[in-house]
């Protein structure tokens, strides 16, 4: 398949794409999970029941020919605040179509309720950060220290957050 710009958000994400999440998840692992995500399918599945059930808001991403090429969800942690992620099948969409189809799911979270959009990201996840930053229009708030484990040691994490009224959005 081709590398698509053309793409439709699926609202809410079909269960079937949760396998494929774990997938592109994992492909970069070394830059995007720590020990306590999710590492199989099962896990996976209790974590996306577990979000839903708390009024997360899951978005899927499809290509113009239906295949999926993406997620962006937004974890309710409450008083409007949500915790963002993505993941894209980097070989079957374009930068520009992650890029807005991140910016529409934006849209929607917060046409839905929401105040504010948290998105962590490992310090050394650096084309992440940029990504959120120069793409997205996110701004950084904070840098806690040794805040998570990844294969048992501790790392730092950046914590960047959009707003409604962003420019980029």
Request: glycine share 6%; aromatic share 10%; hydrophobic share 40%.
């Amino acid at each position: 398949m081709m590398n698509s710009s053309k793409f439709r958000i699926l609202d809410p994400c079909p269960e079937n794409y949760r396998p494929l999440v774990l997938q592109w998840l994992l492909e970069h692992k070394e830059q995007t999970l720590d020990d306590l995500a999710p590492h199989d399918d099962a896990e996976m599945k209790a974590k996306y029941e577990g979000d839903m059930a708390r009024g997360s808001k899951f978005y899927g991403v499809e290509s113009e020919d239906r295949t999926p090429v993406g997620c962006v969800w937004f974890e309710n942690v409450g008083e409007g605040i949500f915790v963002g992620h993505l993941a894209f099948s980097l070989n079957h969409i374009s930068a520009q179509a992650r890029i807005n189809s991140t910016r529409q799911s934006l849209r929607m979270v917060f046409s839905s309720g929401a105040r504010k959009v948290l998105w962590p990201a490992l310090v050394r996840n650096v084309i992440y950060i940029n990504f959120l930053r120069k793409r997205i229009g996110a701004e950084l708030e904070a840098v806690l220290r040794k805040q998570v484990r990844c294969k048992g040691e501790w790392m730092d994490v950046a914590f960047l957050a959009s707003f409604p009224e962003e420019k980029a959005i």
